[in-house]
């Protein structure tokens, strides 16, 4: 069986504990295309925009992407063959990360036709343990000796959920919005923008670090990454938004110091 996560956190953390779950670390597969921003009108015929788009989520980091895109191409092809093999796929999905569930419906298109058994594990948003209450964001925050726990989750999905989901993907795919965020636990097309007033919300009124307003900004509202909030503070930047007081170092992107513009 594929157990397939959509980032690179869950995966490593899962291949850590998986052989206790009696599986192996070979079978962890990760499918990273950031399916929650930008172009998706056309993977069908090629991922080209996907490889530009993760270039640009990680250009202050030199290979990550290369690396990324490596892991995903071998997912893929471990896809395909599942397809022909009717290899099981498990797939780790939380509620409130917009990438992950749109990876989720992009494999149920992928695979709407297969006779290939599928299944999920929703990974609840809170979990009471030890007298005190887990949160999870994402599956990228689970620690990996949780993940077997939460097997007791896994629900397969059915041919009419697979074509539901399909379906819901092609919806998407044909809006094709720049940004994809969850509302109302629903996966809706919504602006560019749409983050950028918790971005304005959490700026003091003087001067601050990138790290800062990043992690401010991510520890309020759930279903965004790092990387995303710092290319719209880029953008806020070249707008005059917000103004550069001194640059970041080569090996700290997010070190920067920043404050609030004219505009």
Known sequence: ????????????????????????????????????????????????????????????FPGVSDEMWKTTQRTLTRLREAKATLEPIRMWTSANDPAELCGLYFVCHLMVNARIPLSIVRIPEQVEKDNSIISYRNTGEIIPEAFRTFTEYEKPISELQRRASA??????????????????????????????????????DGECKVAMLIGKTLSQIPGVGDRWLFLRIQSMLQTGELI?????????PYSGVIKGGSV
């Open 167 to 204: 379906d819901l993907w092609n919806s998407l795919a044909l809006e094709n919005a720049p940004l994809r965020a969850v509302l109302n636990g629903i996966i809706t097309g919504v602006p560019i923008d749409f983050y950028d007033f918790a971005l304005r919300a959490n700026r003091p």
């Open 1 to 60: 069986m594929i157990d397939l996560t959509f980032g690179e956190s869950a995966g490593g953390a899962l291949k850590q504990v998986i052989k206790s779950m009696g599986g192996s670390s070979e079978d962890v597969c990760v499918l990273t295309l950031a399916l929650d921003i930008g172009d998706i009108s056309d993977l069908d015929t090629g991922m080209d925009a996907r490889k530009r788009l993760l270039d640009d989520l990680f250009a202050d």
């Open 244 to 252: 550069m007081v001194s640059a970041a170092s080569e090996d700290h």
